[in-house]
Structure formats: structure tokens, C-alpha cells
């Protein structure tokens, strides 16, 4: 099993920074390599792919909307993967999601969520 949980989610000022973390536990996330990922999902709007970070952390994909201002990391020793915000706009506004997958595998994990609230 894959328990993810989320945090540092809050309210911010349009062109402010948040720092969301996401931990990780479990039997399976232990003994498998686990790529890891940040979604989000705003209101009445399908979940998106944010960035992912492979198990080695060699790997690093963004959407084309958050390029140059988000920035994905990983502390493996700590089973934890980051997501760092800058200039954050309005439409940044989601619950964002941390998700793992095992390596070689289609199966996905999710967190609960955190609410990002971007304020104009």
C-alpha cells in the first residue's frame, strides 16, 4: 500500500510563493521504485497534470503552464516530493493532488489534496 499526504496549501496574493510537500508511506512505496507527480483539479475543470519527478529524480516534466515558475524536487531518504511555487496567478487556483506510481506499472496512488486559493 501508498499512504500520500499533502500539505502547505493556503491562501496567497497573486505573485506570491507557496511550497506544497507530499509524504509518503507504506509497504509498497518502501520496497518499489515510485515515480511521483503533482495534479490539480479547479472547480467544474478535469484534474491536470502539474509536473513529475521519476524515482531516480533524473526525470523532470512540467505543463507548459507552470514552466519557469514551478519547480518539482524530491528528498528520497525522506519519502517526500515537493512542488515550489512562484508567481503564482489567479488560475493557479486548484486542489492539488500528489500522486505516485509505481515504477513499470499503470497503477496510480493519490493523495486527499490541498487547497491553493490565489487571490487578484
Known amino acids: 500500500q501508498v499512504q500520500l499526504v499533502e500539505s502547505g496549501g493556503g491562501l496567497v496574493q497573486a505573485g506570491g510563493s507557496l511550497r506544497l510537500s507530499c509524504a509518503a508511506s507504506g509497504r509498497t512505496f518502501s520496497r518499489y521504485a515510485m515515480d511521483l507527480g503533482w495534479f490539480r483539479q479547479a472547480p467544474g475543470k478535469d484534474r491536470e497534470f502539474v509536473a513529475d519527478?521519476?524515482?531516480?529524480?533524473?526525470?523532470?516534466l512540467y505543463a507548459d503552464s507552470v514552466k519557469g515558475r514551478f519547480t518539482i524536487s524530491r528528498d528520497n531518504p525522506k519519502n517526500t516530493v515537493y512542488l515550489q511555487m512562484n508567481s503564482l496567478k489567479p488560475e493557479d487556483t486548484a486542489v492539488y493532488y500528489c500522486?505516485?506510481?509505481?515504477?513499470?506499472?499503470?497503477?496510480?496512488?493519490w493523495g486527499q489534496g490541498t487547497q491553493v486559493t490565489v487571490s487578484s
Open positions: 500522486k505516485a506510481r509505481r515504477v513499470g506499472t499503470s497503477y496510480d496512488y
Open positions: 519527478i521519476s524515482s531516480s529524480g533524473a526525470s523532470i
